[in-house]
Structure formats: structure tokens, C-alpha cells
């Protein structure tokens, strides 16, 4: 079993005794280990409450749909024309954060940005849990849910298959391909972690990670596999995080619904999936930080470095967005037209202008330093970021079918009613859920790989390739490891 | 359709679209090709059609609450607009627009249903199959005219209190939450008409079957019929008004008044429109 | 219901039509019930009849709603204390023999019979009832009847009703007649619409204080202060003749009193401008021939016969008398003509009812504690009468006051005929007959019962006829020289029956040669605004509503009204313009009072209307009649001021002020037109000027 909390307390005491240089290395290794594992042990009791509250939404999620499921997709509040209301919307939005964890992760890999390394696992997670998430989704809209494996190619003797000519089976297929090979990367890239689990573990978890870690001993010939596959699955994984949104957006490109049909949507989408996947990433970032005292390994230049990148991903975003109203405005295509005014004078008008100040105007908050620097203020950022970038996903679905080509099927006055926002509420229970018990249960930063940055920073600091002030490893276990002087 | 299929057949399905010129209405039906033709200068807006419609093909009574939701499933329904230009009083009458499914030829809602729950059948209809439906609703955001109704609840428990469904027509489902339905030209009709008209060696007759509209507007301002038969009232309707199946913008004179609604869509709609008239000097 | 031997006729899967009458409103178009496995499943036209041509409206339709309503009444009830509850039919015949029954001693003037309008051979047996009991009183009422623009006709061409050629007219001028949507034949009415609109294409004027659907159709529709219609019509004829020379076929008199009435002070009563009323009769002067038509609007007033005869002057002027106005065909059969029914009658009957006189009434076809003004008193009225029995499909309001209510069989399970009153051409005796079995056993043919009651005092006269069937039979058989058919009676007779109608030529009524204009003296000051109640209350006809008698079929309840759209519920429409100096916006609950009571009702916005009116369409606010009509909208009878017209005696429906007050609730009006109410600058309905349009060169 892993170290008691009490024991890591006399160890975090204990850290900054200077030790023998000699050995230092492998010590220093060893800690992380036991860092790490300790975000495996036995939660707190607030850990209960918080998993409690979750599933308590998950419950409330889940009854919804029940009553969704007996009753009729009316309960939602979901008429014609707005027939999809906050579930497409949300299913964009979930599905758009999982964007940001593996495109970070396998981007960042291929590219070598070692500072990747401490973050990229729980990001994997998180796109792993939040496919989950947006798949429920998928399923919750369909009017009939019971038959939701009709959109499946799957071979039956019928010869009947789903029509490929749809976005939506593009959708399902996109997302299945993409869920799968998240998982698949996940995994792989968990298996030296998994032995580590494995070698400090007993009782049920030793099992579990004797059969998860599939044998890993270290060999060389093991690290070569693995090497080849991981860089395999990286390049596998980065054109199909950019197709997965582009095909998401197509669902709405596709289609003759003005403010839909519009030829920028699929960069537009991944721009707006990475902006927000980025905002949960740091918002993860912080909580993990907080909760597991991860603050040697989640260091602030890390945060420094997502805030820039997240800015970056907002700017992108913002002019594709701006580009969709130039477009809509300048093409002078009379649907579109009316369909863009409509959402800025219509009903939906304060939720399309907070959105547009929370995704566009807010982020020009991170380029003051002061702001990076200050984690409860990026915390705040972060969440608001998304907030808008969900209100973003909801902007473009309901508005436009509200109102369509047709003007005697406007319809104003529809709200989603409390089942929608219960299943939406339910969703982020279901995904805390997953991601508190993922926490407990696997390494959420992967120590294998902060050994290798470390390991690659002393070498290249050893050959003066790297300064130490650029390391965003806290610099303390540089310094710790011997090589700061 | 397998993929054997699939690739012997490339060719002909690559070619499928109708755009202009590409092949004619005979190439494509052989036998049928369902289509109306809609007077707007006599018909009154007096929901008599929509009335039947609702007898003919079980529509579900959906009450006040529902309604006011927008659930109503009135396959046709009657669209009454005032004119742009309206000053104080409307003095040129209101404009009444009988909607019902377009039944298009190249129909959006096709195209991106997911599980092909929605196609084109072999005389030109766009089927809808219940049972195949999941109800993810992309048919209803794609349609131009948002004809498409969506059963938001189980109407079969309670739009039809005994003894109401003994009314209910047993040539047509009644139709359970969870899926979508439109207008069928009155398929049932037409299937019974041509397999009769099979029986007896022959084609369906002109005028032999109408959908429950037509049979019942007071006014006759809907024609319907068969318009690969040259001969029938409705393909001459059409020819007289100057209005191609397969084009997205007629050349048409100005004194003509037939026209479809949002054809530059390019949705192909099998249903043409006549247009208002009125006595300006009047 | 199916049956394990089911009858010949009875193919599963196939569908069997017969011919029948529709019984939904008075214009008695023939139908066709679609028939399957016993059950009646659609009303269609019946191409056979001249007045329905084979097509059908949505209230027709309706009919089998009636037949499958949950909520019809299936057994005979009786009041017990202050409910009704249910008893057998021998026991309900039984109170009808003690209570009215020879032995009950009943005299004839104690004894009332009130119906709705009646024709055929139902008609007569009710006669013959009352006549066994020497009784008189036959009220025939109908709320909305048409009596008034009878008084019109009669005094302008010396008939009822002429027969109106929209097919031959140029222009047509309808002053407030709503004839597609309402009124006598609205089925015909819009056949005969649809051949004035082909080429060469007929021009329709409608000059009303609120948009009908008619007025809708029309390529000018003018809005007029409710009342003046006449003094405008008499003003057109002031400018019409100065076209020409009428003097062959106007009299002295016209043109002396049309004098009177130059385009500015008739401009100044009616509210329209004086360039229209020239513009309008050079109009009339340049369509010949045209045709004038007046209706409800025009007759709803205290000088509503002046007010119709009036506008029915025109035609006489233009000539169109002859050309586009016509004699109907004289029926042969005056005991089976159509007693069309009148508000008069149901008055003098409710005088009798408050003084005492009654010992007995019977009500069938009518509902009049729902469709009669709350300062009548019509149901404490009824109360005082010591044995009242209703004769319904299902229990209204006038059936829940009555001490025995007898469950009959709906139009579709009874045999019957009819002659409307409205005949296009001939005289078409339309039949009606059963179109699948009582639905339920403990339900009675009405005529069987008529049957019985007549034989509680003429048992030998109709002895020979077991069932009203029988007796129908007999009498139809009976019409056989009239249409010369030369087979046997059997097969006269399901020759009628299979055909739903029997056509027989009649001479045309002689259209009188002149009239007299003593009566035209319309008065001058109706517009004058009273401060309490400055709004005019237009209790407006919804096309499948009428009266409000079928508001329990859920169709009609779901057919969006084709002006407002709104469904489930009652509206007022107010102008925008009013509307906006009151700070009203839809949905607003407004409080319209009149003398006589308030109702509370949401506020629609409506552009089809004069300013100074105020409308509210009838039918609703049943407290009553079954789940779909219970509690939905507000009744417009209930306020109606005690205003008769002159002449004829009727309720003057338009006559009503009432007074506007917004109220702090608002409610969204459930209707299905979206926020817009126009076209977005799309390409939806195209507007085609007439004299671009080549309607000749069409097919």
C-alpha cells in the first residue's frame, strides 16, 4: 500500500533536507512516486461529500431522463421548431472540452514541450470522461432512446444500414473513433504508471494493477514498444481531435438552417472546443493542485504557459467568430441575415452578448501577468471562460432554430424546462463523478514522464542547453536533485 | 442497398442528383410522380383541409397546454400573413398559405436523417417509416418549411379518450412519443389506388385518387395527380405554368403564376403554389 | 361494433360509402360516410349533392366527433333532487306518458315545443305531435338566424331568399356577408367563389367593421362603422347615378331619397372616405353585372332590415336583379320547408315561461341558456316550468336545467331529410340515413321517440309504422311522381338512399317587380359615442363554431380560427392603433362590459378591424357539454344588451357598446402564427396585380 497521509506529511517535512548527491536522483525519483501515489489514498472525508453531491446530480440527471423516457420528449420544453434546445447544445460543449486534453497531450508530445508532461494525464482523463459525458447526450435528445443503436453500423441480416450520407453517423462514428482511441491512449500512455501502482500497491488494487499494467517490467524492449506505439497513437490522435469537432460542426454546416449553414464552422468549432477544453484544463489544474498539493509538479510557469495558450485559443476563436457575423453580414444571404439580428435584439439577446463579452472581451484579461499569476483569478477566469463558451454552444442552437427560414414557425417564448436543466446538471455530476473516482483510483499526473523531464533536464542542463530558469518544473526539485549549481 | 450494390453501381448513384439538365422527370419515374398544384387566389383559408387531414390520418388532438408549447400536429396547416406593406388596415385582404410537406425531390431532410428513416420512395414521395425513426429530429432542423411534427408525447394514451378511437383510420398508424411525421400525400390512398389500378392491368386514372385535402376543399383549389402521365390536369398545370420539376429558377413570364416556395433552396419541391391575385385597381 | 357474423356488406379491410345528410349546420350538403368494419370513419362530400358538389367543410367533418364524443350522453337521465341521474328508458317513457300523455290532462297552450331549425319529414312528425296535442307553440329558434335579412329580402324582391349568381358576377359587393365562412351555404357558397374567381376573374369588395374570413379573400376590404353600412350603400347609389341615365329603372322615389346622401355626410357617418364611395360606384357602374350582398354585420342592428333593404337597393339600381339576383326554386313540398327558426319566437316562448303558462316544454336542436343574453333570464325562466325535457347527444346547458334528458341518436346513426334553405338549384330533398349502428344501446332514434309520442293520442293514424324508418319510407316513396321515377317504390327508395338526394325541378319564384322604399329612412346618428361604453362589441361567427353547439369536438377546438389563428379559447380583437393609445399588447386580460354583465378575455391585436369596435367570437365559455368546451373562452351571448330590431323583433347582435379595461394579468395567446405576422421579405405567398395575371390562357 501506498504511504499513509501522515507519513507523506513527515515527507513533505522533510523535503527540503539537502541529501547525499550521490544517490540524489534516485531519491528524488522515489518522491515522486510517493507524491503521486498519495493522491491515491484514502480520500478525505470531504472527498465523500463532494462524490455524494455528484452523484446526488447524477440522480437528479437520471430522474429527469426517466421521466423524459415515460412521458415524452415534451416535458422538456423542446417543441417545433426548437427541437433540440440545451442537449445538442450541451453535447457540443462537452464534447468540445474533451478536445483540449488529448489535442494538448499529443500535440505537445510530437512537438517534445516537455512541460506537457505533468498535465497532459489528467487532461487525457478528463476528454476520456467528458466523450463520456457528451455521448449521454446523444442518446438523451433521441426520440426514441430505446433504438439509438439504429445510427450504429452494425452488419445485420437485413442489409439495412444507417445513411452515410448523415452528419449525425458521421457524428456517431467520429465520436466512437475518437472515445476509443482517448481511451487507448490514455492506457498505453498509463502502463508504466499502472507497474508503479502495481509495485506500491495490496489487496483488490494490486490486482487490478497487476492486470491493467499487462506485464510491464521496464525492460528495453518494453520502453521501445511502447515508445513506437505512443508516438503512433499521438500522430493517430491529432488529425482525429481536429475531424472529430469539424465533423460536430457539420451536424450544423450541413444543414439548410440559416445561421448553420456556414462554411467556417469546422475551424470555428475546434478553435471554440480548444478554448474551452484549455479553460477546463486550467481548472482542473487548479483544484488538482489544490487538492493533492501537487504544487512541485503543477507549477506556475505551467499555468503561465496554458494561460498564454488558452488567450491564444480565445483570440483564434474571436476572429472566427467575428468572421462568422462578417460573413453572415457582407454574404447579405436574408435568412442568415435575420437569423444574426434575431439572436443579437431577440429574446435570446443577454445570454448572445454575455457570450460574446465572456468568450471574446474576458480573455484579454490573461495578458496581464498579474492575472496568470494569480491562481484564484484564473480559477474564476477559467470557469468563466467556459461558462461562456457554453452559452456560445447553446447561442448557436437555440436562437437559430427559433428562428429559421420560415417565418411562421418562429417560435419566442420557448425556455427549457426543468428536465433539460436537470439532465445538464446531472451531466456535470456524472462527470465529476467519473473524474473523483479516476483520481482515486489512477496516478492523475503521469510519473514516469515527470521522471523523464527531470531526467532530460539534467542531462541538458548538464550541457547547458536549457537554463533552469526556463524550467517550468518547480525549480525546487531541480535543486533537489543537484544539478542547480 | 450492399456494397456490391453499392460499387457495380457507382456510376448511377454518383449521377443521381437531378441538377439541371441532367436527366428528366420520365428517366426518373417511370410510372408515378405524385405532385399538386395549389391555387392561393381561391383558396379561402378555411382549414377544411386541415380538418380532414386529421380525420384521414389520425393527427392527435393535442389540446391547449400542448399547443401553446408548440406540439400541434397539424400536418396541413393554414398560414395566414398580412401583407408587408400594410398601412392602417389590411385593405388588400390577409394571404392565406395552405403548408403542407413539400414532398421535394432532392429533400433535405433526407439527406441527413441518421438511420434513413426518411426517403424518396418510387413515385416521388418522401417516405417517412416510423418504425425505423429514432427521433433525433435533424429531419424537422433541415426542412426549409418546418412541415415535420415531432410526437413530443404519447398521444395514443391521451389524445383519443374512448370512445374517440373507433374514429381512427385503420389505413394509417397512430403513432407513439419519440418520432417524427409529416404529411403523406395520403400514401394509404395512393397505395390502395395503384395496387387496384395493378389488379386491373392498368395505371392509376387521373382524378381516380386524391389525398383528403384535395377531396375536401370547398374551393377545389388543390390539384393533385400524376405528373408523368402528360395527359393528367396537374402536369398540364404545371406546363402551363411554365414551372420545371428540375429547375431552381423557372423562366417563366410574369403573367404566370405558378411558382414553389423557396426554390432557390434548390429542396425541388413537388408542390407548385399560384399565386394571389388581386384587383389593384379595386 | 365488429360482430362474429358480421353483415354481406361488411368486408374487412375494404371501405363502404353511403350517402347521407350533414346535420352540423343548416346548409344540409349531402355527404358520404366512410364506412369500415361497422364504424363510421370520415365524412366526405357527396358529388351527387348540388350543394355540396362533393366537397365538405371542417365542421361536416366534426360530424363524427360528435358521433365518437366521450363525452355523449349514453343513457336516459332524470333529476333526481338537483342532479341528474340515470334511469331506464321504460321509465323515462313512462314519466313522458304521465306527464304529457292523455291522461295528463295537459291542454295544448300549456305545452311548448322549443327546436332548432327543422326541415323534412322530422318536421312534420313534430307538427303532427303538436297539432294530436292541439298545440301551437313550435318555437323554432336559432341564434344566429337568418331572419332578419329575410325581412330584407321580402321587402327588396318580395322572396326569402334569392339565389345569389357569384359565377355570372363581375363585381360583388358584400356589405359584412361572410358567406365563405358562414351564413346560409358556405360549402356552395365557395364552389360558386372559386368559378367568380377563374377567368374572367370576379372582383370581391367587403365593406364590414371587422374582418371575416370572406373579407379576407377580398381584393378591398373597407372598414366601416358598425350600423352605417346602409347610409354608405344609399351614398354609393348617390354617386352611382350619376353615371347614367337609371330613369327606366329607378323610381322617383329612390333617387329622391338616395339625394340625401352626398359622399361627405355619408363620409361622415360611416366613417369612410368620400374618394372610396365614388371610386366604389364607378366601380359598380364599370362591372355589370355586378352583385350587392348584405349580412349578420349589416342585420345586427335595431334598423337592421332598413339597413339590409338598403344595400339590396343597389342591385335593383344596377340591374343586376335577373342577372345575378335570381328567384330560388319554388318547393313543392311546403310542409317539409325548412322552418329556418328566429330569436322572436324564443322570446315569446321565454315571456310565456316567466308568466307561468307552461306545464310542460320539450328542447330539441337548441341550447338557449348558453346562446341567449343573460338579461333575458332564460334559464330561471325554464326553472319555473314544473316538466322540462331535452332531447340532446350530450348534456348542455339547457340539459343540466331539464328534468328528463333523453339520450338520441347522433346524424350519423339516424335516418332523416332535409331541404335547406339556401337551394342552388332545384329543390334538392337531401336524405339522411344511418351510417353504422347505435353506438350505444340505451340511445334512441329522435324520430322513433317523435313516433311514439305522436301515438300516445293518434295510436290507429300511425299504427302502420313501427319506427320512424318505416314512416320515412312511406313518405319519401310518397315524393316519387314529383321526381317522375317510373321503377318500383323499394327500389325508388334505395335508389334515394344510395344516392343521398333527390333533385326536383321547380319553377323559379317570381322576383317582385318593384318595392316599396317607405321604410328606407335610415337614422343618422347611430355613431354617436356613448362615453361609458364607447367600443361597438361584435360578437363575431367563427366559421366552425357558430352558435357554439359543436364546441366539443376537439377539431374545431384545434382548427386555428383563419384570421387570428388562435386556438382553445376566446380573444378580443382590437385594433393595434386602439390598442396602442391604451398601452394594451396581446395577451393582456381585458375587462369588456357591457349594461347587461363583463367577461374577462385576452386582448388579440388584430389590423382587420374598425378602431371603435371591439370583437369576440361566439361559441365558447360553455360551463357545460363535455371536456373540450367545458370552461374554455368566455360567452359573448351573456352580455348582450336588450336591443331589438325594429321590425323584425330579433336581438339586435350587433347592437352592444360596451367599455375596454385593461386588466394587470396577461397570458400568452395560444395561436398558431408565430411572433411574425408577415412574410420577412420572403417569397411565401406572391401577390399578382389582376391585370398582369392571364387567368384565360390557365388550365
Known amino acids: 500500500m501506498v504511504n499513509t497521509y501522515e507519513e507523506t506529511e513527515v515527507a513533505v517535512e522533510k523535503r527540503f533536507v539537502p541529501k547525499p548527491l550521490d544517490i540524489n536522483a534516485d531519491i528524488a525519483w522515489a518522491k515522486i512516486n510517493k507524491d503521486i501515489l498519495r493522491s491515491l489514498e484514502r480520500p478525505r472525508p470531504i472527498f465523500w461529500v463532494i462524490f455524494i453531491a455528484s452523484f446526488a446530480l447524477f440522480l437528479v440527471g437520471v430522474s429527469c431522463e426517466v421521466y423524459q423516457y415515460q412521458t415524452g420528449m415534451g416535458v422538456a420544453n423542446l417543441n417545433n421548431p426548437q427541437v433540440w434546445g440545451l442537449y445538442i447544445a450541451t453535447f457540443i460543449w462537452w464534447i468540445g472540452m474533451g478536445h ?26 478528463m476528454t476520456t470522461f467528458t466523450l463520456l459525458t457528451a455521448a449521454l447526450f446523444v442518446m438523451v435528445h433521441l426520440g426514441r432512446i430505446w433504438q439509438f443503436y439504429y445510427v450504429v453500423a452494425y452488419p445485420n441480416e437485413r442489409w439495412t444500414w444507417p445513411n452515410f450520407q448523415s452528419p449525425l453517423v458521421w457524428d456517431a462514428t467520429a465520436i466512437g473513433t475518437y472515445l476509443t482511441s482517448s481511451l487507448l491512449f490514455l492506457y498505453i500512455g498509463m502502463i508504466p504508471d499502472l507497474a508503479i501502482c502495481r509495485d506500491n500497491a495490496i489487496g483488490i488494487r494490486k490486482k487490478l494493477y497487476t492486470f491493467m499494467s499487462l506485464g510491464w517490467m521496464g525492460t528495453d524492449r518494453q520502453w521501445a514498444n511502447f515508445r513506437v506505439t505512443y508516438l503512433t497513437l499521438a500522430c493517430f490522435l491529432m488529425p482525429l481531435a481536429v475531424s472529430v469537432h469539424s465533423i460536430v460542426s457539420t451536424d450544423f454546416a450541413a444543414s439548410q438552417q440559416p445561421g448553420y449553414h456556414i462554411t467556417s464552422f469546422p475551424p470555428y468549432f475546434v478553435a471554440g472546443a480548444i478554448y474551452s477544453g484549455l479553460a477546463v484544463i486550467i481548472t482542473l489544474f487548479i483544484v488538482l493542485r489544490y487538492t493533492f498539493r501537487f504544487e512541485e509538479y503543477m507549477t506556475m510557469p505551467i499555468l503561465e504557459k496554458l494561460a498564454k495558450l488558452t488567450f491564444a485559443a480565445g483570440m483564434v476563436w474571436t476572429y472566427l467568430n467575428l468572421i462568422e457575423y462578417a460573413t453572415t453580414w457582407y454574404g447579405n444571404d436574408m435568412y442568415a441575415k435575420q437569423a444574426l439580428i434575431y439572436r443579437a435584439t431577440g429574446p435570446f439577446a443577454p445570454e448572445w452578448w454575455m457570450m460574446n463579452f465572456l468568450g471574446s472581451v474576458l480573455p484579454f484579461a490573461l495578458t496581464f501577468k498579474r492575472v496568470r499569476a494569480s491562481i484564484p483569478v484564473m480559477l474564476f477566469m477559467s470557469i468563466f471562460i467556459n461558462f461562456g463558451m457554453w452559452l456560445e454552444r447553446w447561442m448557436i442552437i437555440s436562437p437559430t432554430l427559433a ?32 473524474f473523483m473516482l479516476y483520481c482515486k483510483i489512477f496516478p492523475s499526473v503521469s510519473m514516469y514522464e515527470v521522471k523523464e523531464m527531470l531526467h532530460e533536464r539534467r542531462f541538458f542542463k548538464s550541457t547547458n542547453v536549457a537554463t533552469a530558469r526556463d524550467s517550468a518544473i518547480n525549480p525546487d526539485l531541480a535543486v533537489e536533485g543537484g544539478l542547480a549549481s | 442497398m450492399s456494397i456490391t450494390n453499392l460499387l457495380n453501381n457507382w456510376s448511377f448513384y454518383r449521377k443521381k442528383r437531378p441538377y439541371q439538365g441532367q436527366y428528366d422527370l420520365n428517366r426518373q419515374y417511370s410510372e408515378y410522380k405524385w405532385a399538386m398544384a395549389l391555387d392561393l387566389d381561391i383558396c379561402t383559408g378555411c382549414n377544411a383541409c386541415t380538418t380532414a387531414c386529421y380525420a384521414e390520418n389520425n393527427l392527435p388532438v393535442v389540446g391547449k397546454e400542448r399547443f401553446k408549447h408548440g406540439h400541434v400536429m397539424h400536418w396541413i396547416r393554414i398560414e395566414r400573413y398580412w401583407d408587408e406593406k400594410m398601412g392602417e388596415f389590411p385593405e388588400q385582404g390577409a394571404s392565406f398559405l395552405p403548408m403542407m410537406c413539400q414532398q421535394c425531390e432532392e429533400a433535405p431532410c433526407e439527406t441527413v436523417c441518421p438511420v434513413g428513416a426518411t426517403s424518396h420512395t418510387n413515385d416521388g414521395l418522401n417516405s417517412q417509416n416510423y418504425h425505423r425513426c429514432v427521433g433525433s429530429r435533424y429531419c424537422s432542423v ?32 397512430v403513432r407513439t412519443k419519440g418520432i417524427m411525421e409529416k404529411c403523406t400525400f395520403c400514401v394509404q390512398r395512393l397505395n390502395e389506388a395503384k395496387s387496384r389500378a395493378r389488379t386491373e392491368y392498368r395505371l392509376v386514372r387521373d382524378g381516380e385518387v386524391v389525398p383528403a385535402c384535395v377531396q375536401a376543399c370547398p374551393t377545389s383549389a388543390i390539384t393533385f395527380g400524376n405528373i408523368v402521365d402528360p395527359k393528367s390536369k396537374v402536369a398540364m398545370m404545371w406546363k402551363n405554368q411554365q414551372v420545371d420539376l428540375y429547375k431552381d429558377m423557372q423562366e417563366k413570364d410574369n403573367s404566370v403564376r405558378g411558382y414553389r416556395i423557396l426554390e432557390d433552396l434548390r429542396p425541388f419541391p413537388s408542390v407548385m403554389y399560384l399565386e394571389r391575385v388581386r384587383d389593384m385597381e379595386a | 361494433m365488429p360482430n362474429v357474423h358480421p353483415e354481406d356488406f361488411v368486408v374487412p379491410g375494404l371501405s363502404v360509402f353511403y350517402a347521407s345528410t350533414c346535420t352540423q349546420c343548416g346548409s344540409a350538403c349531402g355527404v358520404m360516410g366512410r364506412v369500415r368494419e361497422g364504424r363510421v370513419l370520415k365524412m366526405e362530400g357527396n358529388p351527387e349533392s348540388k350543394i355540396s358538389g362533393g366537397k365538405i367543410c371542417g365542421l361536416g367533418q366534426a360530424a363524427v366527433q360528435v358521433q365518437y364524443n366521450p ?24 314519466m313522458l306518458e304521465e306527464k304529457t300523455g292523455p291522461k295528463s290532462g295537459i291542454n295544448g297552450d300549456e305545452f311548448a315545443f322549443v327546436t332548432g331549425a327543422m326541415s323534412g319529414h322530422l318536421k312534420v312528425l313534430a307538427q303532427n305531435y303538436l297539432d294530436s296535442l292541439g298545440s301551437k307553440n313550435h318555437f323554432v329558434y336559432e341564434a344566429l338566424s337568418p331572419a332578419v335579412g329575410f325581412a330584407a329580402n321580402k321587402q327588396v324582391y318580395g322572396v326569402d331568399m334569392p339565389r345569389l349568381r357569384f359565377d355570372k358576377a363581375k363585381l360583388v359587393v358584400s356589405f359584412g356577408s361572410d358567406f365563405l365562412g358562414t351564413g346560409a351555404s358556405p360549402v356552395h357558397f365557395a364552389a360558386e367563389y372559386a368559378k367568380f374567381r377563374k377567368a374572367p376573374r370576379g372582383t370581391l369588395i367587403q365593406i364590414e367593421p371587422k374582418m371575416t374570413m370572406t373579407g379576407a379573400n377580398a381584393d378591398r376590404w373597407i372598414p366601416i362603422i358598425p350600423g352605417t353600412e346602409g347610409v354608405f350603400a344609399l351614398g354609393v347609389a348617390n354617386q352611382l347615378l350619376k353615371h347614367g341615365d337609371f330613369s327606366k329603372t329607378v323610381s322617383v322615389d329612390i333617387v329622391n331619397l338616395v339625394g340625401k346622401y352626398d359622399p361627405d355626410t355619408v363620409s361622415g357617418i360611416t366613417g369612410v372616405s368620400s374618394d372610396l364611395i365614388g371610386h366604389l360606384a364607378g366601380l359598380l357602374w364599370e362591372k355589370s353585372p355586378s352583385l350587392v350582398i348584405s349580412g349578420a354585420s349589416v342585420e345586427g342592428h335595431v334598423h337592421g332590415v332598413q339597413n339590409a333593404s338598403a344595400i339590396q337597393i343597389l342591385n335593383r339600381i344596377l340591374g343586376n336583379v335577373g342577372k345575378t339576383v335570381d328567384g330560388q326554386a319554388q318547393s313543392p313540398f311546403p310542409q317539409l320547408a325548412p322552418a329556418t327558426g328566429s330569436f322572436a319566437s324564443l322570446k315569446a316562448m ?12 320539450f328542447i330539441y336542436g337548441a341550447n338557449p341558456v348558453f346562446t341567449t343574453p343573460s338579461f333575458m333570464g332564460f334559464r330561471d325562466n325554464l326553472r319555473k316550468v314544473p316538466f322540462k325535457v331535452a332531447f340532446v347527444n350530450a348534456i348542455d346547458e339547457t340539459a343540466e336545467e331539464c328534468d328528463l334528458v333523453l339520450p338520441i341518436y347522433t346524424a350519423v346513426e339516424d335516418f332523416g331529410s332535409h331541404i335547406a334553405w339556401y337551394q342552388p338549384e332545384g329543390v334538392e330533398i337531401t336524405m339522411q340515413q344511418p351510417l353504422m349502428e347505435k353506438l350505444y344501446s340505451d340511445t334512441r332514434s329522435m324520430g322513433d321517440i317523435m313516433l311514439d309520442l305522436v301515438k300516445q293520442r293518434r295510436a290507429d293514424e300511425y299504427k302502420n309504422w313501427p319506427d320512424f324508418r318505416s314512416y320515412l319510407k312511406t313518405a319519401v316513396v310518397n315524393i316519387k311522381p314529383a321526381v317522375k321515377y317510373t321503377d318500383t317504390d323499394e327500389h325508388f327508395w334505395y335508389d334515394t338512399l344510395s344516392r343521398g338526394v333527390i333533385h326536383v325541378d ?101 389590423p382587420g378591424i374598425h378602431p371603435d369596435a371591439i370583437s369576440i367570437p361566439l361559441g365558447q365559455g360553455h360551463e357545460s357539454l363535455g371536456r373540450f368546451a367545458k370552461g374554455v373562452g368566455v360567452n359573448p351571448f351573456r352580455i348582450l344588451n336588450p336591443v331589438f330590431e325594429k321590425d323584425t323583433g330579433e336581438l339586435a347582435m350587433y347592437g352592444t357598446r360596451v367599455s375596454v379595461k385593461k386588466t394587470a394579468e396577461s397570458e400568452i395567446v395560444v395561436k398558431d402564427e408565430g411572433p411574425v405576422s408577415t412574410q420577412m421579405g420572403r417569397k411565401l405567398v406572391v401577390t399578382l396585380p389582376a391585370d398582369v395575371a392571364q387567368l384565360s390562357k390557365e388550365i
Open chain 3, 350 to 361: 321565454n315571456d310565456g315561461m316567466g308568466a307561468g303558462t307552461y306545464k310542460a316544454v
Open chain 3, 506 to 606: 321547380a319553377p323559379q319564384q317570381q322576383i317582385a317587380e318593384s318595392f316599396s322604399t317607405e321604410m328606407l329612412d335610415l337614422p343618422t346618428t347611430i355613431n354617436s359615442p356613448d362615453p361609458k361604453f364607447p367600443f361597438y362589441l361584435i360578437p363575431s361567427e367563427r366559421h366552425y363554431f357558430r352558435d357554439g353547439r359543436h364546441a366539443n369536438c376537439g377539431w374545431l377546438q384545434e382548427s386555428p380560427d383563419p384570421l387570428t389563428t388562435v386556438v382553445w379559447d376566446s380573444w378580443a380583437e382590437i385594433h393595434p392603433k386602439t390598442a396602442e393609445s391604451m398601452g394594451i399588447k396581446e395577451g393582456d386580460y381585458l375587462e369588456i362590459s357591457s349594461q347587461n354583465g363583463t367577461l374577462k378575455v385576452k386582448a388579440y391585436l388584430f
Open chain 3, 71 to 94: 363525452d355523449r350522453l349514453t343513457q336516459p337521465m332524470m333529476k333526481v333532487g338537483s342532479s341528474l341521474q340515470p334511469v331506464s328508458w321504460d321509465k323515462a317513457m313512462a
Open chain 1, 100 to 125: 483540449s486534453g488529448t489535442l494538448l497531450s499529443a500535440l505537445l508530445h510530437i512537438m517534445h514541450a516537455d512541460w506537457r508532461k505533468p498535465i497532459y494525464r489528467y487532461s487525457e482523463a
Open chain 2, 142 to 173: 433541415n426542412c426549409p418549411y418546418k412541415v415535420r411534427y415531432f410526437n413530443f408525447w404519447n398521444y395514443p394514451s391521451t389524445a383519443w379518450p374512448a370512445p374517440l378511437p373507433d374514429q381512427l383510420n385503420p389505413d394509417v398508424t
Open chain 1, 403 to 434: 428562428h429559421g427560414i420560415y417565418p411562421w414557425t418562429w417560435d419566442d417564448d420557448q425556455w427549457p424546462s426543468f428536465v433539460q436543466w436537470g439532465i445538464v446538471a446531472g451531466s456535470f455530476g456524472w462527470f465529476n463523478m467519473l
